[in-house]
C-alpha cells in the first residue's frame, strides 16, 4: 500500500516491528503466474505471515514442472496450476485464506476494479503481452506492481509505483530476432529457418487460418530474395483443403510431395539462387516409406487418439535424431491424427509449445525440410526449445528471486517506498563481490507511451499497408493492446465489446483496405492517430510518417515505430486543409483530415540489440520475455556480469546477456 503511514521506526529497522506484522496479516495481495517463481512465492508469502492471498493462473501441470514447482505431484499432472497450488499452500500454513483463479489475466473479469481490491500484486509471468497488461491495469488501479523473471542463473526484480518509479513499459524491451520471408521460403542454412517455417508458415497453412500463412502470400513472392532474385511463386491455398472423398493419409501425402517434392523442384530451377549456394534436393516419399512401414501406424485415427503421434510409431526418446524416413512417417502420422481426432480446430488451430502432437508436427516437418537443404536435423527436445522459446530454469534462482519480491512488498507495506530497488541476481560474483546487486528505482520516463505523455512517430509504407496489418502487427503485437480503438478525423475504428452486430461488420470489411484509401481521405504522411484500449486504460497518439523504401534486414517487419517526443499538436482543421503534411513523399495523396505536421525530429526509440533486459519467469516461458527494464536517464548501460555501481551512487541502466543464438522466434513479413 503505497498510500501506508510510514512505520515509527524507518526501514529496514522496522521490519521486524508489531506494526509492519500487523499490516501483512491484514493485506490483500495478488500473485500473478503459479509456475516456477509462482509457487516459490506463494510458499514465501505463505511463510511470511500474509493471510490473505489471491492468485491467477491459466496453466495446467505437465510432468517437466515437477522438477522445480515442488508444490505439484504426479498426481496433479492435468490439474489447474492455481487451484493445486493454492490447496498446497493452505496445507502448509493452515488457517490462511489463499483464493485461486484458472483463467488467462487479460480475460475482462480481472478488470480494473478487480484489481483495486489489492493492496500489492506480484508477477511471475512468463510472457511479455500479460506483463504489459498487468503493467497497465495496475497503473489505471493505483496498485503497486512488483514485477520479477529468470532465465538460468539470472534474476530481476522491481517496483513500478505510479507517479513514483518508472512503470513496466517505460523501457523498451528487446525486439525479437526476425528473419526474412524470402530466407525461410527459399534459402534456409540454419535449423531455426526451418523451424520457423514450419511453425509460423507450414502449419496454420495446413491447420489454421490460410491467410496467416506466407506460403500462399503473392505479394511476398512477388518481392525480391535477399539477393536480389525473384522469390519462390506462391502456393494456391485451395491446394491445402481436403478433396471430396480423400482419405486422411492420402491428404497428408500429397501435402508432402507438394513441400518436400514439388516445390523444392521449382526452387531449383530458380538459378540465381544457387550461384554461391548448394540447391535443395528433392525427397522422394515413395522411397522412404518402405524405410518407415514398419512405424506407420494403421489408420492414424484412434493410434494417438489425438494425443502423441511419437508414441504411435514408438518414437520415444525426445532427445534422439530420429532419420529422414522417421521423420516422414511422423509427418504424415502427425497430419493423419489433426484431421482425424481434431477436425473441429482444422481452420482456426494455433502453435502451441505445450501441444504434444502440434510440436511433433513441427520437428518432422521442420528435419524433413532440412534434409533438402542439407542442413542439420535437430530432436524433438531441441525443435521444442527452439520452436517455444524456452530457456530452462533452475529452482534455486526461482526460489532467490520470490524472496526478493516479497521483500519489496513489504518495503510497500511499511510505507517506505523510497527504499524500494531494482534487484539483480547474478551467475557469478560481480565486481562488489556479491551474487546479488541493486540500483534505485528509477523515476517515471516522461517519453512513456504507457505512464507518460509521450507521442510516438510510426513510419510505413500507407500506400501497401492495410488497416489490417496495422491493427495486427503495430498495436496488437508490437504495443500489445487487446481491443483497439483508432480515431482519426472523421475516421474511427473500434473493437471489443459493446458494439453492435452492423458495427462489427463495418469495422470488419475496412481491415483489408490499404491505409490510404480508408475512409476521410485515409491515412496518409503526418496523420495523427489517436489509439485506445479502454480494457487497458491506454491512450496513445501516433503520427504516421509515409516511408516506401524498406530495408529488409534492418526493418524486417515493414514498419519503425519511433518515440521520445512531446504531445503532438494538431494543426486546426482549416490550416490543415490548407496546408500540406510535412515531409510528403513525391506523388503521394494529401493527408488525411487529421493531417499535422510533424515534429522536426524524433529520438528515436531504444532498440539495443543486447537487449536491455530478457529474463522470462519460467523455464517454459519466452526466452526474449524482459522481465522489467530498469534504467535512468542520463546514464550509462553495463552488463549483469560487469560490476554494478556503488549502491549510494548515481544509477546506471542493467542490462543481462541475451539468451542464446535464435532463441526468440518472430517470423516478420518479407
Not at 44 to 66: K, Q, Y
Request: aromatic share 6%.
Amino acid at each position: 500500500m503505497v498510500g501506508a503511514e510510514p512505520l515509527p521506526t524507518a526501514w529496514p529497522y522496522g521490519a521486524t516491528s508489531v506494526e509492519l506484522k500487523k499490516r501483512v496479516e491484514e493485506a490483500r495481495v495478488l500473485a500473478v503466474g503459479a509456475g516456477g517463481i509462482g509457487c516459490e512465492l506463494l510458499k514465501t508469502l505463505a511463510l511470511g505471515g500474509f493471510r490473505h492471498i489471491e492468485v491467477i493462473d491459466m496453466d495446467t501441470i505437465e510432468t517437466s514442472n515437477l522438477n522445480r514447482q515442488f508444490l505439484f505431484r504426479k498426481r496433479h499432472v492435468g490439474q489447474s496450476k492455481a487451484l493445486v497450488a493454492a490447496e498446497a499452500v493452505r496445507a502448509m500454513r493452515p488457517g490462511i485464506e489463499v483464493k485461486a483463479y484458472q483463467g488467462n489475466v487479460k480475460e475482462r473479469q480481472y478488470d480494473v476494479d478487480f484489481f483495486r481490491r489489492f493492496d500489492c500484486v506480484l508477477n511471475g509471468l512468463d510472457n511479455l503481452e500479460a506483463r504489459r497488461h498487468v503493467n497497465r491495469l495496475c497503473l489505471a488501479a493505483g496498485v503497486p506492481l512488483v514485477e520479477s523473471g529468470t532465465a538460468g542463473y539470472l534474476g530481476q526484480v522491481s517496483a513500478h509505483i505510479k507517479g513514483r518509479t518508472e512503470c513496466f513499459e517505460c523501457q523498451p524491451k528487446p525486439a525479437p530476432k526476425t528473419f526474412p520471408v524470402c530466407t525461410l521460403r527459399n534459402t534456409p542454412d540454419k535449423p531455426i529457418h526451418c523451424v520457423v517455417w514450419a511453425k509460423e508458415m507450414l502449419f496454420p497453412l495446413l491447420f489454421g487460418a490460410a491467410e496467416a500463412s506466407d506460403l500462399n502470400d503473392s505479394s511476398a513472392a512477388d518481392k525480391e530474395g535477399e539477393d536480389g532474385d525473384a522469390a519462390g511463386p506462391a502456393d494456391d491455398p485451395s491446394f491445402y483443403k481436403r478433396r471430396d472423398g480423400e482419405t486422411s493419409r492420402q491428404y497428408a501425402e500429397r501435402v508432402f510431395r507438394q513441400q518436400y517434392g514439388v516445390k523444392i523442384e521449382e526452387l531449383r530451377g530458380m538459378d540465381d539462387l544457387w550461384r554461391s549456394r548448394p540447391a535443395p534436393q528433392p525427397l522422394d516419399l515413395d522411397s522412404l516409406l518402405p524405410q518407415a512401414q514398419g512405424q506407420q501406424a494403421n489408420g492414424g485415427a484412434g493410434a494417438g487418439a489425438g494425443g502423441s503421434a511419437c508414441k504411435a510409431l514408438g518414437l520415444a526418446d525426445a532427445h534422439a535424431v530420429w532419420t529422414v524416413a522417421q521423420n516422414a512417417a511422423l509427418f504424415l502420422q502427425a497430419v493423419q491424427q489433426f484431421l482425424d481426432d481434431r477436425p473441429e480446430e482444422i481452420g482456426a488451430a494455433q502453435f502451441d509449445k505445450d501441444d504434444t502432437l502440434a510440436v511433433e508436427f513441427v520437428t518432422a516437418a521442420a528435419n524433413l525440410r532440412a534434409a533438402c537443404y542439407g542442413i542439420p536435423m535437430q530432436s524433438l527436445f531441441d525443435t521444442k526449445g527452439m520452436a517455444g522459446n524456452i530457456i530452462h530454469a533452475i529452482a534455486t534462482t526461482n526460489a532467490i528471486v520470490s524472496g526478493l519480491i516479497v521483500l519489496e512488498a513489504l518495503k510497500l507495506l511499511a510505507g517506505a517506498p523510497e527504499a524500494c530497488h531494482t534487484s539483480f541476481l547474478h551467475q557469478q560474483v560481480s565486481g562488489s563481490k556479491r551474487l546479488i546487486s541493486r540500483m534505485a528505482a528509477p523515476e517515471p520516463s516522461p517519453a512513456c507511451m504507457v505512464c507518460g505523455t509521450a507521442t510516438a512517430q510510426l513510419a510505413l509504407d500507407t500506400g501497401s499497408w492495410t488497416l489490417q496489418q496495422l491493427v495486427d502487427k503495430v498495436l496488437k503485437r508490437r504495443l500489445a493492446l487487446i481491443a483497439p480503438s483508432i480515431t482519426c478525423g472523421n475516421f474511427t475504428y473500434e473493437e471489443g465489446e459493446g458494439l453492435e452486430e452492423d458495427e462489427v461488420e463495418f469495422y470488419r470489411g475496412m481491415l483489408p483496405r490499404p491505409l490510404s484509401q480508408l475512409p476521410s481521405g485515409g491515412l496518409a504522411n503526418g496523420s495523427i492517430l489517436e489509439v485506445g484500449d479502454q480494457e487497458q486504460h491506454f491512450k496513445a497518439q501516433l503520427i504516421i510518417s509515409h516511408r516506401e523504401d524498406w530495408d529488409e534486414e534492418q526493418h524486417p517487419e515493414g514498419f519503425e515505430l519511433s518515440g521520445s517526443l512531446p504531445a503532438a499538436q494538431a494543426a486546426p482543421p482549416a490550416a490543415a486543409a490548407a496546408a500540406p503534411a510535412a515531409g510528403p513523399v513525391a506523388g503521394e495523396p494529401p493527408a488525411g483530415p487529421s493531417a499535422a505536421a510533424a515534429p522536426a525530429s524524433m529520438a528515436p526509440l531504444q532498440e539495443t540489440e543486447d537487449g536491455v533486459v530478457l529474463l522470462s519467469s519460467d523455464e517454459e516461458g519466452d526466452g526474449t520475455e524482459p522481465a522489467t527494464a530498469a534504467a535512468t536517464a542520463g546514464v550509462g548501460k553495463r552488463k549483469a556480469s560487469q560490476p554494478p555501481a556503488a549502491e549510494d551512487g548515481a544509477a546506471k541502466r542493467a542490462h543481462v546477456e541475451e539468451a542464446g543464438d535464435g532463441a526468440v522466434i518472430d517470423l516478420l513479413d518479407d
